[in-house]
């Protein structure tokens, strides 16, 4: 299937590393222009590296998206090098896991900044450019744990309030700019490992004497998000399911969280 990526002009956000990484390559690989962003510069190094082996197109660019004025400078940034701007993914964000007496109001905050905030900045910088062409696609990457209780071991309430609050407004955004065409989705991941994490795994259930299965289905029973295909995602497998919904072949699917997690959640 051609996607129609070839040319396109895509901007990505934390795309140093998981999932925005993988998504990064995954649209360099369709023909697109890809720009993205992250705090490290030795990440955006390796992850450039890996596209330009590839004969692809990208454009790295340090940045820290919770600072005022960087959403902004991020997509004018990438407009410039690219002359457009058709496809964002809002990738970046913030975990930690913490029990919720001991959150402070700047554990709050500094979640909020960078899971809500700064992801609406960069939307709200792209849309422009999307409705001056009257067309475009958003993907705001939220979170499975939305749907579910976060306590005990996985104890962190202040990060799924602020990616339901993303999602919900991955939502808002849909239905106002629907009639400029430009679809706008919300992705709920489960389990996106890198090729680093799931051999760390793999090592943890060796020492454990347990198959890396075993010792996964054990860790995802404790926080309540067992996937029903037993195994953790990899992050490229994510990142197709957004390089799909970004592309030319997603013209009518608009407004939806999509779950990419094996099967974790049940939510109707």
């Known amino acids: 299937m051609d996607l129609g ?7 990505v956000t934390g795309g140093g590393r998981g999932i925005g990484r993988a998504t990064v390559l995954a649209l360099a690989r369709e023909g697109a222009n890809v720009a993205y962003c992250s705090r490290s510069l030795e990440q ?31 997509i004018a940034d990438t407009v410039d090098a690219f002359g457009a701007l058709d ?10 896991i913490k029990d919720f007496e001991e959150l402070t109001d700047d554990d709050w905050y500094r979640t909020f900044e960078i899971n809500f905030f700064s992801a609406m900045r960069v939307c709200r910088a792209a849309i422009p450019h999307m409705k001056a062409k009257r067309r475009g696609h958003i993907v705001v990457v939220s979170a499975g744990s ?22 919900n407004f991955a939502k808002f955004l849909s239905k106002r700019y629907g009639p400029d065409n430009i679809i706008v989705n919300s992705v ?3 389990y996106g490992m890198s090729e680093e994490r799931i051999n760390i795994w793999a090592d943890e259930a060796r020492s454990r004497n347990q198959t890396p ?12 998000y067992l996937p029903a295909l037993h195994r953790p995602g990899h992050a490229d497998e994510l990142a197709r399911v957004i390089t799909f919904l970004v592309s030319g072949a997603n013209t009518y699917m608009s407004g939806v969280d999509v779950q990419i997690d094996g099967g974790g959640l049940d939510i109707g």
Do not use: M, W
């Open 44 to 74: 955006l190094r390796l992850v450039e590296k890996e596209v330009t082996e590839e004969g692809g197109r990208c454009l790295p660019i340090q940045i820290d998206l919770a600072e005022a004025g960087a959403a902004d400078d991020f």
């Open 213 to 224: 299965e075993e010792h996964f289905v054990e860790l995802a029973n404790d926080i309540g």
């Open 146 to 167: 939305i749907y579910k209780p976060s306590i005990g071991v996985d104890e962190h309430p202040h990060y799924t309030a602020s990616k339901a609050a993303i999602a």
């Open 188 to 190: 709920l991941p489960g």
């Open 87 to 96: 496809v964002l993914v809002a990738n970046h964000g913030f975990h930690q």
């Open 5 to 11: 990526l070839h040319g396109k002009s895509v901007a």
